[in-house]
């Protein structure tokens, strides 16, 4: 349950949603296996056990507090291109021995169709979740992905469920660049971080200018040596409260999330008496954190941007 990575967007001042809309919404947008011609399909799950093909939950939100939990599952079919080419290739070669003519490049086109509708049917699946939540109190909706396509896919199926869903990525007053640049130049965080081992250094008048660092003492001369040539910190290790550690990017992306022992403890103080009960515990405690981290990075940059 414990999220390794973070995208944060802010939901739009003007948008109202309730939690009984969201569970209505996305229950008719469930997930449905691919069909024999289709090579990818998308849709949402119970949170609790996305992975379960035999679960007939009509239920498709998790609530807890001002917390309401969602997950897209999303199936693609496997179907290599190099497979589809040398099918392709053969049936082309087929026809122009057996024909004595030569094939085009429409006709190519139709046959390398045809091979990948007769293909589909047989080819292997591959399946993805993504978990995300919408903090009903910070407003803001927490996606567990690093990866801006995978959150833009998860927001989209949100407006097809719910033809509504104004967000925007979290921003902030002050350049998280400056800044980070800033405090590994001054040798330490603010707001509660503190500088890990971990940095990545740009020249922002070069593309392709990087530093990587890890597992190093970033204020050693070394380090200091770029910073003076000018470049600035574009991905930077930090420890928050001692309970987080983790990789901020510029764009404010938090990956490879670590939730520290103390954190982990919390959520074990009381026995569950089972999986869900656990479950329900961890994301408790994870959602209070996060709320917490969240609104120390919003201030360590300079306080939210308003549109």
């Known amino acids: 349950m414990w999220f390794k990575n973070i995208r944060l967007y802010a939901l739009a001042d003007d948008f109202t949603l309730t939690t009984d809309a969201l569970a209505e919404a996305v229950a008719q947008h469930a997930f449905r296996p691919c069909s024999a011609g289709e090579r990818s399909a998308a849709g949402w799950v119970n949170p609790v056990a996305p992975n379960r093909d035999d679960d007939r939950s009509t239920v498709l939100t998790h609530e807890l507090g001002n917390y ?78 690093s990866s801006a396509a995978q959150a833009e896919e998860l927001i989209s199926s949100l407006r097809d469920a719910l033809g509504s869903f104004p967000v925007r990525l979290l921003d902030v007053n002050d350049s998280p660049m400056a800044v980070m640049t800033g405090w590994l130049r001054d040798g330490h965080g603010s707001d509660g971080f503190q500088i890990d081992q971990d940095c990545e250094l740009i020249n922002p008048l070069e593309d392709g200018n990087v530093i990587r660092c890890k597992s190093q003492d970033l204020t050693a001369e070394e380090v200091t040596v770029h910073l003076e040539a000018g470049k600035q910190v574009k991905k930077l290790g930090v420890v928050w409260n001692e309970a987080v550690s983790c990789h901020v990017s510029a764009d404010l992306t938090l990956s490879r999330v670590r939730f520290e022992d103390m954190v982990l403890e919390k959520a074990r103080e009381a026995d569950a008496e089972d999986a869900a009960q656990q479950f329900d515990q961890d994301f408790a405690v994870m959602t209070l954190v996060v709320s917490d981290l969240s609104q120390s990075l919003v201030k360590a940059f300079g306080g939210s941007k308003q549109q």
């Open 68 to 145: 309401v939990l969602v997950c897209l599952r999303k199936q693609e079919k496997i179907l290599p291109a190099a497979v589809v080419n040398e099918e392709a290739d053969n049936r082309v070669q087929e026809i122009e021995t057996r024909d004595d003519r030569k094939v085009y490049r429409k006709e190519k086109l139709q046959i390398k169709d045809d091979v990948v509708a007769d293909l589909l049917p047989r080819a292997f699946s591959r399946h993805r979740v993504l978990h995300a939540y919408i903090d009903l109190k910070q407003r803001l909706l927490v996606v567990n992905t």
